[in-house]
């Protein structure tokens, strides 16, 4: 396998009235194609500002983010937007539907975006809601359906662009711990069957447990990075 994603001695600082704040110290990492990985941490370990720059939506302050092989670092807005829609799938704890849009039309937006035919955008949409079992609600309306179908519903849209990598932040927080199993069983067959890399960001070790990988995050560095169920959180200090 080649590395996807390579992180060289990435910082990130935010600016405030106090002064500048580390939010990332020197983080140093490769994921490579096909791997399923989750990060953990407190709240406050940064886990959300790491996964804002693995999506190009936020940049380093210092250090390198190289995406298949290209330094983010050197690209433009333009450039990273089109990083963004066809190489990153995003799956939100919020789901992030629009509700009076069928969910054909939902998993469709992203192909709007690449200016795909209205014809080919929707027959796609239909066969990514069939591959997440959700075929025979097509013309159904987000609010109409459960939480964890909406969920599924996001997958599927973040799967439309057959991106190389899908970006889970929370996935399972809106929905109850069944519906939360069948959803991570559903990236796990993901993960196996198109060999998508899946780095996905929760609080519940849990769900970590479906991820082959675990990086933990801890005030800002990397704290443990190796096989899940090595990880023993009692002994992060």
């Known amino acids: 396998?080649?590395?996807?994603?390579?992180?060289?001695?990435?910082?990130?600082?935010?600016?405030?009235?106090a002064g500048p704040v580390q939010v990332l110290k020197h983080l140093s990492l490769s994921i490579e194609e096909g791997e399923f990985v989750a990060i953990m941490g407190p709240s406050g370990s940064g886990k959300s500002t790491l996964m804002n720059i693995l999506g190009c939506l936020d940049v380093p302050t210092s250090g390198r983010y190289l995406l298949?092989?290209?330094?983010?670092?050197?690209?433009?807005?333009?450039?990273?937007?089109?990083?963004?829609?066809?190489?990153?799938?995003?799956?939100?704890?919020?789901?992030?539907?629009?509700?009076?849009?069928?969910?054909?039309?939902?998993?469709?937006?992203?192909?709007?975006?690449?200016r795909v035919g209205h014809g080919i955008r929707n027959?796609?949409?239909?066969?990514?809601?069939?591959?997440v079992g959700l075929d025979k609600w097509l013309n159904s309306l987000p609010p109409r359906i459960s939480g964890g179908q909406q969920q599924r519903v996001a997958i599927a849209r973040a799967l439309v662009t057959e991106p190389r990598l899908i970006l889970a932040d929370e996935p399972t927080g809106n929905i109850d711990t069944r519906t939360g199993r069948e959803i991570?069983?559903?990236?796990?067959?993901?993960?196996?069957?198109?060999?998508?890399?899946?780095?996905?960001?929760?609080?519940?070790?849990?769900?970590?447990?479906?991820?082959?990988?675990?990086?933990?995050?801890?005030?800002?560095?990397?704290?443990y990075d190796g096989p899940v169920d090595q990880f023993r959180e009692e002994n992060i200090t």
């Open 1 to 17: 396998m080649s590395e996807l994603l390579v992180l060289d001695d990435l910082g990130k600082d935010y600016d405030t009235d």
């Open 68 to 114: 298949g092989g290209r330094d983010t670092g050197s690209l433009g807005d333009l450039d990273l937007a089109k990083v963004r829609s066809e190489v990153i799938g995003f799956v939100f704890q919020g789901f992030n539907l629009l509700p009076r849009a069928s969910l054909v039309a939902n998993v469709a937006l992203p192909l709007v975006y690449q």
């Open 123 to 131: 027959e796609r949409a239909a066969a990514m809601l069939q591959r």
């Open 184 to 223: 991570m069983q559903l990236f796990q067959t993901i993960n196996r069957d198109s060999g998508i890399t899946l780095v996905l960001v929760t609080h519940d070790r849990n769900v970590a447990g479906y991820a082959s990988r675990l990086i933990y995050l801890l005030d800002g560095r990397i704290h």
